[in-house]
T-cell receptor, first 111, second 113 residues
Framework: NAGVTQTPKFQVLKTGQSMTLQCAQD?????MYWYRQDPGMGLRLIYY???????DKGEVPNGYNVSRLNKREFSLRLESAAPSQTSVYFCASIRARNEQFFGPGTRLTVL | AQSVSQHNHHVILSEAASLELGCNYS??????LFWYVQYPGQHLQLLLK??????LVKGIKGFEAEFIKSKFSFNLRKPSVQWSDTAEYFCAVITNRDDKIIFGKGTRLHILP
């Protein structure tokens, strides 16, 4: 039982490049989330998915897209990376308004 | 919109001191409440949670929190902190309206040995 896994752990991009952050959970959870964490800002919700096939915007969705590929996987895509997207990205999942389980995070630097 | 406020951004204490971190939320309906801890370089881990029942909940590592509905508060406490409690602490709320979990901005706790 791996919990929530994320890839990659680290990434450096140049401005304008694109990339996809992958997230998977093996706990059969319905809801999945993407957050970004910046110093002094806490965790800010980018997008979430309450179930397979549905996605909703969070607090800071601009510049990002998501795909809920199936119940297990929820990916986050940066189409044209900007320095303001330098951050640590966390994926999380929950079963039903309960405790969230977090992935280990992806540290992204955009030059 | 729902929000969570953590009033202390940075707290410095000596070992064995008592700790109380404030958390207030804005939502008039039913909520589930959480406190998470993030040790340096790690992801968030659950300390404790409140869904219903006894408003005083006990979590791991000697932490507890009290839900006061009339004050929309869920403050975290520990009677005697240790150096190993140095971390960042996040309060979070999920409402009965949707599955969005809203986090506070966090409190960075530094314990002096």
């Amino acid at each position: 039982n791996a919990g929530v896994t994320q890839t990659p752990k680290f990434q450096v991009l140049k401005t304008g490049q694109s990339m996809t952050l992958q997230c998977a959970q093996d706990m059969n959870h319905n809801s999945m989330y993407w957050y970004r964490q910046d110093p002094g800002m806490g965790l800010r919700l980018i997008y979430y998915s309450a179930s397979e096939g549905t996605t909703d915007k969070g607090e800071v969705p601009n510049g990002y897209n998501v795909s809920r590929l199936n119940k297990r996987e929820f990916s986050l895509r940066l189409e044209s990376a900007a320095p303001s997207q330098t951050s640590v990205y966390f994926c999380a999942s929950i079963r039903a308004r309960n405790e969230q389980f977090f992935g280990p995070g992806t540290r992204l630097t955009v030059l | 919109a729902q929000s969570v406020s953590q009033h202390n951004h940075h707290v410095i204490l000596s070992e064995a001191a008592s700790l109380e971190l404030g958390c207030n939320y804005s939502y008039g309906g039913t909520v589930n409440l959480f406190w998470y801890v993030q040790y340096p370089g790690q992801h968030l881990q659950l300390l404790l949670k409140y869904f219903s029942g006894d408003p005083l909940v006990k979590g791991i590592k000697g932490f507890e929190a009290e839900f006061i509905k009339s004050k929309f508060s869920f403050n975290l406490r520990k009677p005697s902190v240790q150096w190993s409690d140095t971390a960042e602490y996040f309060c979070a709320v999920i409402t009965n309206r949707d599955d969005k979990i809203i986090f506070g901005k966090g409190t960075r706790l530094h314990i002096l040995p």
